[in-house]
């Protein structure tokens, strides 16, 4: 705990808006000899060199920076000591509104609800720092080897670029030959400038280039049957041929690919029923096999018809289990007898997700086939690309206009609503089409779009030795793909130390997967070096902390292993919790979860956030002294979205008072018993969204809070409080427009409730 602080106070950012003097001297009046220096400085980044001269001549062992927010020039305050911020301009200053509602204007004189508001964050502050100290080191000993699963198109670069960075690399590939997909594609979309032309893969140099090099082992039908450890020490034990063969490693990149989609679900278009139908990854083996090739190709990238096919079935089979539900009950099936598959058909119909995900890649990828075939035959061919949406990623539109002036070459966009065989040749009945007619068009064959389906959504590829089980959890909320955060994380999995790129990922082109490979490398690499020192990876970078835990008074209740969303927890022999500090990435959903409030961080735990919650000066009269909301704020989405805000000068009511959380995962119960017990009149939880529209950044943790919400409610119904007094709402980082709407909203709500039944006691 820090037993000396300095606090400073930067009157550049505070401005003239409160009486600075007056937080300087109450917080000294408070806390005594715990502030041991207390400074009103013109500006802290001018003032380094002073604050470091009071850290050495008064033997300080923390310092509480009071102006902007923590995520402004954080980066200027590198101090051998602890350093804690106070939020006095966004959140206090910039975002403050008069009681009344009305603007507030900077005055010499401050007035007293401000006031009240800026010393109530300082005195926060410093009881959060006094409840503070500096984690240990929980640095381990890595082994610089990188597991690449997948030998095709990404994993070969990726191994290439991991040996290029001095790294041992192990590659795994399942077949018994290196390539992938690309085996088959003897020529690509464009792979570098000037993006106007295909150009060939080059696939035996890339392959050589893996195999020649002593730093990359290369183990053919093989596959992973375990991965035990964590990031920096794990053992890899790979089933091969001639046994089970054991590596260790430090980080995995996962590029396994992908397989087509099952051809059922594009019957309707005659998909397994004429040999003149395939789709495009058919097609290009096709190409590589055959010297005589049809002359006229249909290359269909509206999959419409086979969609709404489905949708019928759906319809049917959804009215069929409603008459079903209100018919009498049927005697259960006999011993042997095979029941039904429920929602079969729902389930197909998500499947078309794979189609509408991988049209970018059959965009590009039906262009270059067109182009191939027309010079295959001499421009004797005619090539006709019929589409509904034409996807372009990128810098490969130069590539698309190219083609849209290919001697051979025709696009429309058309509704195709039927295909059928007629004699020798198949007709494709388009209609709403740029010609601005409809008609039948007679071709020799049709090329359909092949849906790429992630490996994962079909294997467990990985099997990991961890507690939670051997996949990848959620996956259905990704469609199958390993990314857990798109947006924010790219290559990131649930899993810290695997990193996804490539297919598996997103369906995306050869070039695209490059990059990917690259990406993840280095996300690799950055995994090693960080377990090395003992630092987390994102979205916590650099945060030495990690989790402590109390098994004195371990109940073995399993929530923390449960509910942690990356798989941190083990169990030992005797069931309890066993710690892989390389695996978290302190998010705090453990103690969250926790009933007993066994585990806590040095830096962050539960009696810290319930002394900051007992330092608001709560008024007793809640007519006089209005009422006094608590906002627990998700330090990813909700605290910047909060800073954005008060930047654009949008107020908000006073009556608020709001401490930064790593996670909303992270909120004890007893955080809200706190809040209550001090008179609280209402607690809002501010975090990520999550479900479909899901961007919590540790991935589970907004969602596990909304379930924790039902035994909020049954604690605070036996308190004697209305459960309307907690609230979780969602915010996105770029909704700082909308965050004054719903705190004041929430305090309008809790206005009309009344006075907490706990206030004044």
């Known amino acids: 705990m820090a037993e000396k602080i300095g606090v400073y106070f930067d009157l550049a950012n505070i401005g003239g808006g409160v009486d600075v003097q007056n937080l300087a001297d109450e917080a000294v009046k408070k806390w005594g000899d715990l502030v041991a220096v207390t400074k009103l400085v013109p500006s802290l980044a001018a003032s380094v060199d002073e604050i470091r001269a009071d850290i050495d001549a008064q033997k300080l062992d923390g310092v509480l920076l009071c102006g902007a927010s923590p995520r402004v020039d954080n980066d200027l305050y590198r101090f051998p000591v602890q350093v804690d911020y106070v939020n006095l301009r966004e959140q206090c200053i910039l975002s403050y509104r008069n009681p009344d509602g009305s603007a507030y204007l900077a005055s010499d004189k401050a007035p007293a609800a401000l006031q009240e508001l800026a010393l109530d964050y300082v005195q926060m502050g410093v009881a959060k720092m006094q409840k503070s100290n500096v984690p240990d080191s929980a640095a381990i000993t890595t082994t610089p080897r990188i597991l690449v699963l997948g030998g095709g198109w990404t994993g070969l670069t990726a191994a290439d670029e991991a040996a290029a960075m001095g790294y041992d690399v192990v590659l795994v590939e399942k077949a018994g030959q290196l390539g992938g997909a690309v085996v088959n594609m003897p020529e690509a979309s464009p792979l570098g400038p000037l993006w106007e032309d295909k150009a ?29 450890g964590q990031p920096g020490e794990y053992v890899a034990h790979i089933a091969t041929q001639g046994g089970e063969k054991t590596e260790n490693i430090g980080t995995v990149i996962l590029a396994t690919g992908w397989v087509p989609l099952d051809g059922k679900y594009l019957e309707p278009m005659g998909l397994g029923k004429s040999p003149k139908v395939v789709t495009a990854a058919e097609f290009a083996k096709l190409m590589v096999s055959q010297s005589v090739l049809p002359k006229r190709v249909a290359f269909v990238l509206d999959t419409t018809l086979a969609e709404n096919v489905w949708k019928e079935k759906a319809e049917e089979e959804a ?52 182009n191939s075939l027309c010079e295959k035959t001499g421009d004797a061919s005619q090539s006709f690309i ?50 601005g007619m409809d008609f039948d068009l007679d071709v020799d064959l049709v090329v359909l779009p092949t849906g790429l389906v992630p490996t994962t959504a079909k294997d467990i590829t990985v099997q990991f030795s961890y507690r939670q089980g051997p996949e990848f959890p959620d996956l259905e909320l990704f469609d199958g793909y390993a ?65 402590v835990f109390n098994f004195v008074r371990c109940t073995q209740c399993k929530r923390c292993t449960e509910e942690c969303p990356f798989g941190a927890l ?16 302190r ?105 479909d529209d899901y961007q919590c950044h540790f991935v589970k943790g907004s969602e596990i809070c909304n379930r924790r919400m039902q035994n909020i409610a049954e604690t605070l119904n036996r308190l004697g409080v209305q459960p309307e007094r907690v609230e979780q709402l969602e915010v996105a980082i770029d909704e700082y427009d909308k965050v004054p709407e719903m705190i004041d909203g929430f305090v309008t709500r809790i206005t009309a409730l009344g006075p907490n039944p706990f206030k004044g006691m």
Not at 204 to 221: F, G, Q
Not at 327 to 353: H, R, T, Y
């Open 200 to 228: 060939p893969t080059n696939l035996a140099d890339k392959i050589a280039k893996v195999t020649s090099n002593r730093r990359i082992t290369v183990y053919l039908n093989a596959q992973m049957a375990k991965l035990e």
């Open 319 to 370: 009215k069929a289990q409603a008459e079903a539900a209100e018919a009498p009950k049927e005697e259960p099936k006999k011993e042997g007898e095979e029941a039904e598959d429920a929602g079969f058909v729902k389930n197909d119909l998500e499947s078309f997700k794979h189609l509408q995900y991988s049209n970018a890649v059959n965009s590009i990828g039906m262009l270059r086939l067109a």
């Open 386 to 435: 019929l589409y509904k949406n034409m996807t372009v990623p990128g810098i490969l539109e130069r590539f698309y206009k190219k083609m849209q002036n290919r001697l051979g070459v025709m696009m429309t966009k058309a509704d195709v609503t039927g295909i059928r065989e007629d004699g020798d040749h198949m007709v494709v009945e388009c209609k709403n089409t740029l010609l």
């Open 483 to 547: 990314d857990s955060n798109y947006i924010c994380f790219p290559y990131e999995t649930r899993r810290t130390g695997v990193y996804a790129a490539g297919c598996v990922r997103q369906p995306l082109t050869l070039d695209a997967c490059e990059v990917d490979a690259k990406g993840a490398v280095l996300k690799a690499v950055q995994c090693l070096e960080a377990a090395s020192r003992g630092v987390a990876v994102h979205p916590r970078a650099l945060d030495n902390s990690y989790p």
């Open 570 to 585: 083990d169990d030992d022999e005797k069931g309890t919790p066993k710690p892989n500090p390389a695996r978290c990435r």
């Open 587 to 691: 998010c705090g959903t453990c103690f969250g979860a926790c009933p007993e409030r066994v585990i806590s961080f040095a830096n962050y735990n539960i009696d810290q956030i319930g002394s900051m919650i007992r330092q608001v000066q709560v008024p007793p009269n809640f007519k006089e002294g209005g009422p006094r909301v608590l906002i627990l704020a998700c330090e990813n989405d909700a605290y910047p979205a909060l800073d954005m805000a008060g930047m654009r000068r949008k107020t908000w009511s006073p009556y608020c008072r709001i401490i930064p959380v790593r996670c909303l995962g992270s909120v004890n119960a007893i955080w809200i018993s706190d809040a209550m017990s001090k008179g609280f009149d209402g607690v809002m939880l501010l975090g990520c969204k999550y479900g």
